[in-house]
């Protein structure tokens, strides 16, 4: 059974830094690609980052310079590092991850894409 669980969520000042875990299990992602999506309460799912099996990898300009996504193919893990953060990224956070291979970053950034989801974990920035 594939399962995908998020770890390292919770309270910080705005301006700080926290660091989300994802280890997946039940399959090798070797050849998939692995990120993170967020939802705020009140709003639709959105996408922060993600990293293909090829290393490439495509952030939400909300969040560009301030997050950096990394993986361990060897654990099956994809770490989402934040810093400067600020209230408006108070979201649940999602690990996330699709087998298909799409030419364009705009379907990486479609939640319909992935196939597979963590349970979520809860991120609150505080002002």
């Known amino acids: 059974q594939v399962q995908l669980v998020e770890s390292g969520g919770g309270l910080v000042q705005a301006g700080g830094s926290l660091r989300l875990s994802c280890a997946a299990s039940?399959?090798?992602?070797?050849?998939?690609?692995m990120g993170w999506f967020r939802q705020a309460p009140g709003k639709e799912r959105e996408f922060v980052a993600i990293?293909?099996?090829?290393?490439?990898?495509y952030y939400a300009d909300s969040v560009k310079g301030r997050f950096t996504i990394s993986r361990d193919y060897a654990k099956n893990t994809v770490d989402l590092q934040m810093s400067g953060l600020k209230p408006e990224d108070t979201a649940v956070y999602y690990c996330?991850?699709?087998?298909?291979?799409?030419?364009?970053?705009?379907?990486?950034?479609?939640?319909?894409?992935?196939?597979?989801w963590g349970q979520g974990i809860q991120v609150t920035v505080s002002s």
């Open positions: 996330a991850a699709t087998g298909r291979t799409f030419y364009t970053s705009a379907h990486y950034q479609r939640s319909q894409n992935y196939d597979y």
């Open positions: 039940g399959r090798t992602f070797n050849g998939y690609a």
């Open positions: 990293k293909r099996s090829a290393g490439s990898t």
